[in-house]
């Protein structure tokens, strides 16, 4: 179960704007394997979904990958053609966006939109894509698929439409999903249905996923490995367990105290001072440096990155010395 | 749906009563008809005589109830100049601008959309930049000039196309029709190219703008995400989603293309109501003038009737709301 499907190597996505270049996505490595679920977390603005963006090739310009590697099953998704981008989007990479009220086509019925889906990249009659498009609706748990399928998207609850979003995200049983927030359209308890309905597909598929997310109590549900991003670069990863329970970088500290926990009840919660730098304005060196209690003088040039692409941080200061790896 | 054109069909009793009063008024105070109808030597008795012939002695409230109380039997009086009934005269004509105003249409569908879809797509480039000024020549240039000045090139030097009149006419399905016969259908080319120019650069920009405000929606990426091609996605997702506004001005300027085609017709001696009305406001034939104001009227009822269902078709949202 181990085959390596996604290997990233120094991502770099830039925008090239009349007031500077923003580099949304700067210098990103990521590995992933079949059946394991990657949790991408990090503020607005990080450079999280640009990053999801950048591997199906749908950044919109100005923006650009300007450097580095997408290796998706051995094959350079960065020197393919768009034919073969083409092919490969919603085949082998289907991609879940974040809010399902703006995805789907208004106009269209979701049958409409499920069967030209199917026949994107399947060679069937309009009367076998409509059954394939059934069958996954009933399979995300969506009641009365039959009748469903012929309504329109504003006919559908947020949470029902973000099941079609997956369903649909399923009908050719791809290798690899790209999900770019998306439960954080939905109520909670919609949200907890579709993250351990989204949890056993995935493993009884085999498929990759990558759960871009600003919300690391999502993450810490769902996922095995998590890589927590800041200004663009990926400042540490890990399995859930090693980042959750012993954060080596200030940033990811701060995460972990920001969320609300059982035994706070009354205190106010923490947070983490200041805002997300600018992207035209970032910070010499380390980036979080202006923010973190810990910066020295060291910190005023660029860390790299300790430890290797299962865990590793980039950061002068670890809050704590890894005890086991 | 049946309580929403019940509603429609109330309405649009109360709008024509309404204009019909307003009309005849109107009419009633440019001017006396017999001024014009009777020459100048014309004696009294002879003048008291045509006035009662006319109805045109009595006092006007009773010459607007009799003529409410034989509309609505379906009578709206006799042409003075034409001496045939006035319904009868405005429908010899109507088809004849009808068919060019529907051409013009949709000469404008077929020439403004792609056009738009296609300077849509590439915002700046040279494509973009031509088809814009294009379109600001269409609108700006006063539509007489345009079809002086298309008799000019295509009649005058060229020679390729008839500058007047409307040719021969056929029967197609019962319809009376220059589609028939080829003489009619170049005949009836350059006027309704005339007609069209200002609906054609409306119709570009309109979709340009659409094209470009819809292509950076989420559900565009989300199509390409789904690896759809890029040709389905502008003629499905993307068109789908802007003939809305586009039919919307398109039917209000259904009844606006009735009104130019005044100067149209005249350009190119074409037999249609709009040289009729203005030939009948000249001569004061008042039950013609007001006949035809109220077809006129009906027929932008309708016409808005027709937008409501096509939006409801192209609108899912609407459609379960109604």
């Known amino acids: 179960m181990s085959e390596t499907l996604l290997e990233v190597r120094n991502l770099k996505t830039w925008f090239e704007t009349p007031k500077g270049t923003v580099k949304a996505v700067d210098g990103v490595d990521l590995t992933l394997n079949r059946g394991e679920i990657l949790g991408l977390v990090g503020e607005s603005g990080s450079g999280k979904s640009i990053t999801g963006f950048s591997l199906l090739g749908l950044v919109d310009p100005p923006g650009k990958v300007v450097e580095g590697s997408i290796l998706f099953k051995g094959e350079d998704l960065r020197a393919a053609s768009n034919k073969r981008l083409q092919a490969l989007r919603g085949d082998r990479i289907a991609m879940i966006f974040q809010d399902p009220m703006m995805t789907l086509n208004p106009v269209l019925r979701i049958g409409t939109q499920m069967i030209e889906t199917v026949r994107a990249h399947a060679n069937v009659s309009k009367a076998e894509a409509r059954a394939m498009a059934r069958d996954a609706l009933g399979m995300v748990g969506i009641p009365r698929p039959e009748e469903r399928i012929d309504a329109y998207p504003h006919e559908f609850s947020g949470g029902m439409r973000q099941r079609v979003a997956i369903a649909i995200a399923l009908l050719h049983k791809p290798d690899l999903i790209i999900a770019d927030e998306p439960t954080t359209a939905l109520d909670v308890t919609i949200q907890s249905q579709i993250l351990s309905e989204v949890q056993k597909l995935t493993r009884e598929m085999g498929m990759g996923l990558i759960w871009i997310s600003h919300d690391l109590g999502v993450v810490a549900e769902l996922a095995q490995n998590v890589a927590v991003m800041y200004a663009g670069r990926i400042v540490e990863r890990g399995t859930v367990d090693q980042v959750l329970d012993t954060p080596m970088h200030p940033y990811t500290r701060g995460l972990i105290d920001s969320l609300p926990m059982e035994n706070d009840r009354g205190q106010p919660l923490k947070q983490i001072p200041g805002n997300a730098p600018p992207p035209l304005g970032r910070p010499e060196g380390c980036p979080f440096r202006p923010r973190c209690g810990f910066a020295t003088d060291a910190c005023l040039s660029e860390p790299s990155e300790t430890g290797d692409l299962s865990r590793g941080w980039r950061c002068f200061h670890p809050l704590a010395q890894e005890v086991t790896a | ?322």
């Open chain 2, 1 to 322: 749906m049946t309580v929403f054109i019940l509603r429609r069909v109330l309405q649009a009793i109360l709008v024509l009563a309404i204009t019909s009063l307003i009309v005849f008024l109107g009419v009633y105070a440019i001017g006396d008809p017999l001024e014009i109808l009777l020459p100048a030597d014309a004696t009294m008795a002879e003048r008291a005589q045509v006035a009662a012939s006319l109805h045109l002695d009595q006092p006007l409230p009773l010459q607007y109830l009799n003529f409410v109380s034989s509309a609505l039997q379906g009578d709206f009086g006799r042409s003075f100049v034409y001496n045939r009934p006035a319904l009868e005269v405005i429908f010899e004509r109507l088809p004849a601008t009808l068919e060019l105003v529907t051409t013009s249409l949709v000469l404008s569908l077929v020439i403004g959309l792609p056009l738009g879809l296609w300077a849509g797509m590439k915002p700046g480039s040279l494509t973009d930049e031509s088809v814009m000024t294009g379109s600001i020549l269409g609108f700006s240039l006063p539509n007489f000039w345009q079809g002086m000045m298309l008799i000019m090139i295509f009649s005058v030097w060229l020679g390729w196309l008839p500058s007047t009149g409307r040719g021969d006419t056929g029967t197609v399905l019962g319809l009376h029709t220059s589609y028939a016969t080829w003489d009619g259908f170049v005949h009836l080319l350059l006027p309704a190219l005339n007609l069209a120019m200002a609906q054609i650069a409306l119709v570009i920009r309109l979709t340009r703008t659409g094209v470009q405000e819809t292509m950076p929606l989420d559900f565009v990426k989300y199509a390409r995400a789904r690896g759809l091609s890029e040709r389905r996605i502008l003629f499905v997702h993307v068109l789908k989603t802007i003939l809305i506004p586009i039919v919307t001005v398109l039917g209000i300027e259904f009844g606006s293309l009735i009104a130019f085609a005044v100067v149209t017709e005249t350009i190119f001696a074409w037999p249609g109501v709009g040289k009729l009305i203005i030939d009948s406001i000249n001569m004061l034939d008042r039950p013609v003038v007001v006949a035809y104001i109220l077809v006129i009227v009906t027929m932008f009822i309708l016409i808005n009737l027709i937008v409501d269902v096509l939006y409801s078709l192209l609108d899912p949202r609407i459609r379960s709301r109604a």
